[in-house]
């Protein structure tokens, strides 16, 4: 079976633009998670989705927002963007995102804003 | 929110060496998972261990969650075993894995 994928792999945007970033889980996986990644620090999380509904959301401002699909994929949009924004964005899918299974993520998408 | 600490923060090692990694968090958890980042910056799954011990080739791992730390073993390190590896735990209710700052590894020929 596929991981999961993400697109795009890269992305060059300029300050006060808009990005989306795209995410298919596993088969057969119906939670999504968005974490975001500045170099030399773990990961942050972002958002959960599962079965189209927010189920979690970490310490982001509103320009960050997300939705599922009804096949499960997902969308990160970030409006505004800024400087700071530029990180590695990954997703995570898992069976029901109820915690105590396993995570797995995708490639990741990296966003460089000038 | 939970903290997690992983340490030593760098290591470098000689091919054929054994380390241990160490990862400890501040609260119970209901999922652990230890993770290589290669230098592309994807996350590979190492091991799922909120509890007991697991082995899978040159690596091992055991988490005694009622202490709140979890131990990440290489033995006979390769060069293909540098990079990050992340701790990164969720505790019950909460939905989302909290990160440690990594384990940075450089195995050197």
């Known amino acids: 079976d596929a991981g999961v994928t993400q697109s795009p792999t890269h992305l060059i945007k300029t300050r006060g633009q808009h990005v989306t970033l795209r995410c298919s889980p596993i088969?057969?996986?119906?939670?999504v998670s968005w974490y975001q990644q500045v170099l030399g620090q773990g990961p942050q999380f972002i958002f959960q989705y599962y079965e189209k509904e927010e189920r979690g959301r970490g310490n982001f401002p509103d320009r960050f927002s997300a939705r599922q699909f009804p096949n499960y994929s997902s969308e990160l949009n970030v409006n505004a963007l800024l400087l700071g924004d530029s990180a590695l964005y990954l997703c995570a899918s898992s069976r029901t995102g109820t915690g105590a299974e396993t995570q797995y993520f995708g490639p990741g998408t990296r966003l460089l804003v000038l | 929110g939970i903290q997690v600490e992983q340490s030593p923060p760098d290591l470098i090692l000689q091919e054929g060496a054994n380390s241990t990694l160490r990862c400890n968090f501040s609260?119970?958890?209901?999922?652990l998972q230890w993770f290589h980042q290669n230098p592309w910056g994807q996350l590979i799954n190492l091991f799922y261990i909120p509890s007991g011990t697991k082995q899978n080739g040159r690596l091992s791992a055991t988490t005694v969650a009622t202490e709140r730390y979890s131990l990440l073993y290489i033995s006979s390190s390769q060069t293909t075993d540098s990079g990050v590896y992340f701790c990164a735990v969720e505790y019950y209710g909460n939905n989302r894995l909290a990160f440690g700052k990594g384990n940075q590894v450089v195995v050197i020929p």
């Open positions: 609260d119970s958890v209901n999922n």
């Open positions: 088969s057969g996986h119906k939670s």
